[in-house]
């Protein structure tokens, strides 16, 4: 398995500002992938951060808004830019080692929680 | 198109009673299926899967689940709940259709279960 830390964990943040979620993992994996979980509801991928080149957007979200840079095989970050009310989520970052990699199971951070006033 | 769902929003029960969390899915081919725990202000914690092989799948916790293929089912269930089950329950398929990360999972819209004391 793996261990998976984000920071921060939550945060306030005002209109039209920016901020970056670091995830770390306590280990090498193949893939990992950013999540968010807009309140009361289910979660949904927005795209596969890949190591060394650029994320795999899922529809409906695009580079400007979410930029995620993967630099190594441990660690990943998510901007959340330009922020509005409407980007107030818990945003969650999860990955796959080689044992999983076939299966399809995910490991997940605890998230981050952000509230857009 | 892969999907899953999630008839319940809600399901009480009582400590020590048997608890079923309902989820069918809907896809083309042989199914990955998963479940999730997410305790609250926490991440999601992986609790089993079936890929294949024996219906019956034991997971964490106490926890099994049974796919029926017959009625594309694959219910959550604990012989004795405890208090400390009471928690968001995800049910999650692996897109097979996917044409980038073998891994992505679609969740569905998740089950609070509530175990009174």
């Known amino acids: 398995s793996a261990v998976i830390s984000q920071k921060p964990s939550r945060d306030i943040c005002q209109r039209g500002t920016s901020l970056t979620i670091q995830c770390q993992v306590d280990s090498q994996v193949t893939m990992m992938f950013w999540y968010r979980q807009q309140p009361g509801q289910s979660l949904t991928l927005i795209a596969t951060a890949n190591q060394g080149s650029e994320a795999t957007y899922e529809s409906g979200f695009v580079i400007d808004k979410f930029p995620i840079s993967r630099p190594n095989l441990t660690f990943s970050t998510l901007t959340v830019s330009n922020m509005s009310p409407e980007d107030s989520s818990i945003y969650l970052c999860?990955?796959?080692?080689?044992?999983?990699?076939?299966?399809?199971?995910?490991?997940f951070g605890e998230g981050s929680r952000l509230t857009v006033l | 198109a892969q999907s899953v769902a999630q008839p319940e929003d809600q399901v009480n029960v009582a400590e020590g009673n048997p608890l079923t969390v309902k989820c069918t899915y809907s896809v083309s081919g042989n199914p990955y299926l998963f479940w999730y725990v997410q305790y609250p202000n926490r991440g999601l914690q992986f609790l089993l899967k079936?890929?294949?092989?024996?219906?019956l799948v034991k997971g964490s916790y106490g926890f099994e689940a049974e796919f029926n293929k017959s009625q594309t089912s694959f219910h959550l269930k604990k012989p004795s709940a405890l208090v400390s089950d009471s928690a968001l329950y995800f049910c999650?398929?692996?897109?097979?259709?996917?044409?980038?990360?073998?891994?992505?999972?679609?969740f569905g819209t998740g089950t609070l279960l509530a175990v009174q004391p």
């Open positions: 999860s990955a796959t080692s080689g044992g999983t990699i076939n299966t399809g199971e995910l490991f």
């Open positions: 999650a398929v692996r897109d097979l259709n996917y044409g980038g990360a073998t891994n992505k999972l679609i």
């Open positions: 079936y890929i294949t092989g024996d219906n």
